[in-house]
């Protein structure tokens, strides 16, 4: 297998890169958000960490396309 | 050296020490030195982690590695950090916080057995030392070739101001100068982009004037076929392996995640790290490009940061970047110490020695904080005897982090793993690794193999072994979606 992975050229890294953050933003919104804030009493919008995933993964996105 | 840039260096060691002594003075008990109290908000730990994972050898080593491959070396930061920091903020760290433990071998210990938390807490504990020696020996190279001192005496002095604040202050000292730290490298390594770039005119002259002799400097990936960074071993083996290992795993960066004042303090501790660890690459990667983009007269890529610092920077900057190089040391100096004594003291003494008295443990913990202070101080002045130590290190890293990585995520996220097939799969798994180094495959894909083979292993070998009730089960495996009496 890692014979055949080394015939691919490197472009293929950023796909694979970029099929892996997206897979990861679909797994985070499956978490559910009382398993994030189960200690906060009334937790505020901002404090639902998925969001932050999601913005942090958008991130990486673009560094994998821009580069 | 400038004048002002001895001022700046001056007052940052001042800071530093009256900082970690006067956080120093809320330590009462063994909960306070290890885990603060269990105090710490998330902005300040966020920024510690980060501080924790950027060493001397990163910023040295990855501006050198950056003038060499360009930006491929950001991977580390990328690819290799950001999905694992994600996975250990949303499912890891919630989980150890649940279970209410000191350290990730405690964790390994109460889900699989004793036996696995003492090795894992052995391995891990040598493999610091090491690490901590070759740190301190990087500073050390540092402090000559700035400011003249003989290597000993650079040993000596840092390692006193770093153990000044972390053996008194235990992990609240460390988190509050690692976050001081991170703040001034961040400062430091905007200031390097701003003018680096203005220098040049503006980003697209720049990109220009990389990429004219180096095609390859802003491609992310490289060719398969690449000696240092194959693209396939860098996602297989870091991507999947090293990477999450290091993240879930790391005692010296999760501890003072285990230190927040709340599950979702710790949790959106990690994932403000991952925001931060997106622009790492700023600090310890443009400097490496900049050097080459500016005709930096070097004959190796080591060398690249050292000459950014001296001819981009104006005095006053420059001893701040200087201070930055310093802190970054320190900052994964202190970690590590605390981090290893925690482990020495529970997880290793605890189990071993029955006679132990746990209200002694403030005492020992400040006592073994010195011995390995001690120990890496001693050590440092060889390492450069051993010869390529780095690559040491990382092969290193690949013997343990597979068979490691696998026990926390089948332990972690199955019910099925059983406390013998934990111990068989470590044993053999870190054999297997060893073995596999006397082959021609890069590190990278010995992680993977081994992580593979562990995760097999761990899986069969649990369907003929006993393994814990339901009700320790409950407590030890992530299940968001079942409902919970306790919590």
Same mark, same amino acid.
């Given at each position: 297998?890692?014979?055949?992975?080394?015939?691919?050229?490197?472009?293929?890294?950023?796909? $694979?890169?970029?099929?892996?953050?997206?897979?990861?933003?679909?797994?985070?919104?499956?978490?559910? $958000?009382?398993?994030?804030?189960? #200690?906060?009493?009334?937790?505020?919008?901002?404090? #639902?960490?998925?969001?932050?995933?999601?913005?942090? $993964?958008?991130?990486?996105?673009?560094?994998? $396309?821009?580069? | 050296?400038?004048?002002?840039?001895?001022?700046?260096?001056?007052?940052?060691?001042?800071?530093?020490?009256?900082?970690?002594?006067?956080?120093?003075?809320?330590?009462?008990?063994?909960?306070?030195?290890?885990?603060?109290?269990?105090?710490?908000?998330?902005?300040?730990?966020?920024?510690?982690?980060?501080?924790?994972?950027?060493?001397?050898?990163?910023?040295?080593?990855?501006?050198?590695?950056?003038?060499?491959?360009?930006?491929?070396?950001?991977?580390?930061?990328?690819?290799?950090?950001?999905?694992?920091?994600?996975?250990?903020?949303?499912?890891?760290?919630?989980?150890?916080?649940?279970?209410?433990?000191?350290?990730?071998?405690?964790?390994?210990?109460?889900?699989?057995?004793?036996?696995?938390?003492?090795?894992?807490?052995?391995?891990?504990?040598?493999?610091?030392?090491?690490?901590?020696?070759?740190?301190?020996?990087?500073?050390?190279?540092?402090?000559?070739?700035?400011?003249?001192?003989?290597?000993?005496?650079?040993?000596?002095?840092?390692?006193?101001?770093?153990?000044?604040?972390?053996?008194?202050?235990?992990?609240?000292?460390?988190?509050?100068?690692?976050?001081?730290?991170?703040?001034?490298?961040?400062?430091?390594?905007?200031?390097?982009?701003?003018?680096?770039?203005?220098?040049?005119?503006?980003?697209?002259?720049?990109?220009?004037?990389?990429?004219?002799?180096?095609?390859?400097?802003?491609?992310?990936?490289?060719?398969?076929?690449?000696?240092?960074?194959?693209?396939?071993?860098?996602?297989?083996?870091?991507?999947?392996?090293?990477?999450?290992?290091?993240?879930?795993?790391?005692?010296?960066?999760?501890?003072?995640?285990?230190?927040?004042?709340?599950?979702?303090?710790?949790?959106?501790?990690?994932?403000?790290?991952?925001?931060?660890?997106?622009?790492?690459?700023?600090?310890?990667?443009?400097?490496?490009?900049?050097?080459?983009?500016?005709?930096?007269?070097?004959?190796?890529?080591?060398?690249?940061?050292?000459?950014?610092?001296?001819?981009?920077?104006?005095?006053?900057?420059?001893?701040?970047?200087?201070?930055?190089?310093?802190?970054?040391?320190?900052?994964?100096?202190?970690?590590?110490?605390?981090?290893?004594?925690?482990?020495?003291?529970?997880?290793?003494?605890?189990?071993?020695?029955?006679?132990?008295?746990?209200?002694?443990?403030?005492?020992?913990?400040?006592?073994?904080?010195?011995?390995?202070?001690?120990?890496?101080?001693?050590?440092?002045?060889?390492?450069?005897?051993?010869?390529?130590?780095?690559?040491?290190?990382?092969?290193?890293?690949?013997?343990?982090?597979?068979?490691?990585?696998?026990?926390?995520?089948?332990?972690?996220?199955?019910?099925?793993?059983?406390?013998?097939?934990?111990?068989?799969?470590?044993?053999?798994?870190?054999?297997?690794?060893?073995?596999?180094?006397?082959?021609?495959?890069?590190?990278?894909?010995?992680?993977?193999?081994?992580?593979?083979?562990?995760?097999?292993?761990?899986?069969?070998?649990?369907?003929?072994?006993?393994?814990?009730?339901?009700?320790?089960?409950?407590?030890?495996?992530?299940?968001?979606?079942?409902?919970?009496?306790?919590?």
């Amino acid at each position: 297998m890692i014979e055949w992975l080394q015939s691919l050229p490197a472009e293929w890294g950023n796909y $694979i890169s970029m099929l892996l953050f997206c897979s990861l933003g679909a797994m985070v919104w499956l978490i559910p $958000i009382k398993a994030i804030t189960a #200690d906060l009493e009334s937790p505020a919008k901002w404090q #639902d960490i998925r969001w932050w995933a999601t913005v942090l $993964i958008a991130l990486q996105l673009c560094i994998y $396309i821009a580069f | 050296m400038h004048p002002l840039d001895l001022v700046v260096i001056a007052s940052y060691v001042v800071l530093i020490v009256v900082v970690g002594l006067r956080v120093a003075r809320n330590v009462k008990d063994a909960r306070d030195f290890f885990l603060a109290g269990r105090s710490l908000t998330w902005w300040v730990i966020g920024l510690s982690i980060i501080g924790s994972n950027i060493d001397t050898n990163s910023y040295v080593g990855a501006s050198g590695n950056a003038y060499t491959i360009g930006i491929a070396q950001a991977n580390f930061e990328w690819i290799g950090a950001i999905p694992a920091m994600i996975l250990a903020s949303l499912i890891f760290i919630p989980l150890y916080w649940r279970a209410g433990v000191y350290s990730i071998p405690e964790y390994l210990g109460l889900r699989y057995n004793q036996s696995v938390r003492v090795v894992t807490a052995l391995i891990t504990s040598l493999f610091a030392v090491f690490a901590m020696g070759v740190g301190m020996w990087a500073l050390a190279l540092v402090l000559e070739t700035y400011l003249g001192w003989p290597i000993w005496m650079s040993i000596l002095i840092s390692g006193a101001i770093v153990g000044l604040y972390s053996i008194t202050g235990g992990l609240a000292a460390v988190a509050f100068t690692d976050a001081l730290q991170v703040s001034i490298m961040f400062i430091c390594g905007l200031i390097i982009v701003g003018l680096g770039i203005s220098e040049l005119g503006g980003f697209t002259n720049f990109a220009a004037e990389l990429t004219r002799d180096n095609p390859n400097h802003l491609s992310v990936y490289l060719p398969a076929d690449h000696p240092q960074s194959p693209w396939p071993g860098v996602i297989l083996g870091l991507g999947i392996v090293l990477s999450p290992a290091y993240w879930i795993a790391s005692q010296a960066i999760l501890q003072r995640t285990l230190g927040a004042k709340s599950q979702w303090d710790a949790s959106a501790s990690m994932m403000f790290a991952a925001f931060a660890k997106t622009f790492v690459p700023l600090l310890i990667i443009f400097p490496g490009l900049l050097a080459l983009v500016l005709n930096a007269p070097i004959d190796q890529g080591d060398k690249a940061l050292p000459w950014v610092i001296k001819n981009v920077l104006p005095p006053g900057l420059s001893g701040l970047m200087f201070v930055a190089v310093i802190a970054a040391l320190q900052s994964s100096l202190d970690s590590s110490i605390n981090a290893t004594s925690l482990m020495v003291t529970r997880d290793i003494r605890h189990v071993l020695f029955k006679q132990h008295d746990p209200a002694r443990d403030l005492a020992v913990g400040r006592g073994i904080s010195l011995v390995l202070l001690l120990s890496a101080m001693a050590i440092a002045p060889f390492i450069s005897d051993l010869g390529g130590i780095f690559i040491f290190l990382q092969t290193g890293l690949s013997l343990f982090q597979g068979p490691m990585l696998a026990l926390l995520l089948m332990g972690a996220l199955s019910q099925r793993a059983t406390p013998q097939a934990g111990l068989w799969t470590l044993i053999s798994g870190v054999g297997l690794a060893a073995a596999l180094q006397f082959t021609t495959l890069n590190f990278y894909y010995v992680a993977f193999l081994s992580f593979c083979y562990s995760m097999s292993a761990l899986w069969l070998l649990s369907h003929v072994t006993p393994g814990l009730t339901e009700d320790e089960l409950t407590r030890l495996t992530y299940r968001p979606f079942t409902r919970r009496s306790s919590s």
